[in-house]
């Protein structure tokens, strides 16, 4: 069975310091994987996606970046945090496939800035 | 672009009772798939049930169950004989023929009373 895994779980950093959250899915090969933020009572807006190794999308300009150096890997990064990067982070998986194919969420990081 | 929109901020309703969440959204496409995700406190994005737009029939899942209506746009859940395990945030979600990516509402807030 496939599991997604996201670390840490939680986090506190201060302002214009760097991040770093690391998303593995086991179980599966070429998945599509996805990072997303929601913010506090809010619903959840997409970061990034990846289709393969080092093909990365960005939906929404910001300080943050992201990156895929093997398979199952995702990564989502920032050189200097912001106040309004504080959120929650999720990480999601789904085959790439054509056709219905849901997505499967990690427990996600909760992030704060100070 | 497409935008889903969910018109509830808050629902409330009595255990073993029936409630419905609404969802309506808007798309150019004619072929596509929509989703409900079940966020319970402990933030962990769970799929409740999934609709292809093509399929006229309802689809169900246990005591969840969808009312899709493709020329008003619209999908609703409906949580039969709910349980307190059922009081979470739910997100519509929409992902078009084309791609992967998931567009969601801004949630709904489920409240289950004892």
């Known amino acids: 069975s496939q599991t997604i895994h996201q670390w840490p779980a939680t986090l506190v950093q201060p302002v214009g310091s760097p991040l770093s959250l690391e998303c593995t899915v086991e179980g599966t090969s070429n998945p599509n994987l996805y990072w997303y933020r929601q913010a506090a009572g809010r619903g959840l807006q997409l970061l990034f996606y990846?289709?393969?190794?080092?093909?990365i999308s960005s939906e929404v300009p910001q300080n943050l970046s992201a990156s895929r150096p093997q398979d199952r890997q995702f990564i989502l990064s920032s050189k200097k945090l912001l106040l309004s990067d504080s959120g929650f982070y999720l990480c999601a998986w789904s085959v790439r496939l054509r056709g219905l194919s849901e997505q499967y969420f990690g427990p996600g990081t909760r992030l704060t800035v100070t | 672009a497409q935008t889903v929109t969910q018109s509830q901020p808050e629902m409330s309703v009595q255990e073993a009772e029936t409630v419905t969440l609404s969802c309506t959204y808007d798309t150019s496409e004619s072929d596509y798939y929509l989703f409900w995700y079940k966020q319970p406190p402990s933030r962990q994005m769970i799929l409740v049930i999934r609709q292809e737009a093509y399929k006229q029939q309802n689809a169900t899942e246990n005591r969840f169950s969808v009312n899709f209506q493709k020329a008003a746009k619209s999908f609703s859940l409906k949580i039969s004989d709910s349980q307190l395990g059922d009081a979470a945030m739910y997100f519509c979600a929409y992902r078009g023929n084309a791609g992967n990516m998931l567009t969601f509402g801004g949630g709904t807030r489920l409240m289950v009373k004892p």
């Open positions: 990846s289709v393969g190794i080092g093909q």
